[in-house]
């Protein structure tokens, strides 16, 4: 909790910082373009998101027994945050996400045939800047970053029907830095309301779990974890 704390209000300071950095003037200049910008807005924004994430882990690596294949299903994501439109095509937000649960999958066929599976489910808080190609259009191509923290929470798990004395292992909680870029674009819905849809590749960083019942060693765990998104959302200007 403390490390969200500190995240929640870096990402305070840095919306503040990239306002009062906005506010000495226009750096777009003059564009000749087939579209008439509207007027620079200087309104926060709420915005609510639902996706689909392709998911990808590094092998699970555990000291015993060998794991010789793993996986890791795909899942789904909702989420919602509130931003602030900067002027010169920029715009931050800072997002809150809850990822559902997904399964991790592996066979070992070293020493003893088994098998093993936890689950896990993840929350995000991240600080994210776009910038917009085109926005007084109607339809408007954007593309941003962001990077913040996910926590990863596994459940326990356990080698079925092993001969080489494997015992069940814990789950287990962690912090990790996660980061994201984004594609996309947004349509005007009416003069408030605006639908987004885009992509996204995310990083969630390291999957543990917890020790085992026998040694206390660690369970399985996979070194990195990343996913590719399809997101759609709808964002709102508060005037």
Known sequence: MRLLKRLVVVSAAFVSSVTGAMAGGDLRGSIKDDYNPAPVSRAWYLRADVGYAWQNANDLWVEHPTLATSKVDNTWTVGGGIG??????????????????????????????????????????????????????????????????????????????????????????????????????????????????????????????????WDGKPGPSSKDLDAHELRIGVRYDLR
Request: with cysteine.
């Open 84 to 213: 602030r439109y900067f002027g010169l095509g920029l715009r931050g937000d800072v997002t809150y996400e809850y990822r559902g649960k997904t399964s991790f999958d592996a066979i070992s066929t070293n020493c003893c045939s088994t098998s093993t599976h936890f689950d896990m489910k993840s929350q995000v808080v991240m600080a994210n800047l776009y910038y917009d190609f085109r926005p007084g259009a109607h339809i408007n191509p954007y593309i941003g970053a962001g990077i913040g923290a996910a926590y990863n929470e596994t459940s326990g798990g356990s080698y079925p029907g092993n001969t080489c004395g494997c015992t069940p292992y814990d789950g287990k909680s962690q912090w990790n830095m996660a980061w994201a870029l984004m594609a996309g674009a947004s349509m005007n819905i009416d003069s408030r309301t605006k639908l987004d849809m885009g992509y996204r590749y995310i990083n969630l960083g390291e999957v543990v779990t917890g020790p085992n019942h």
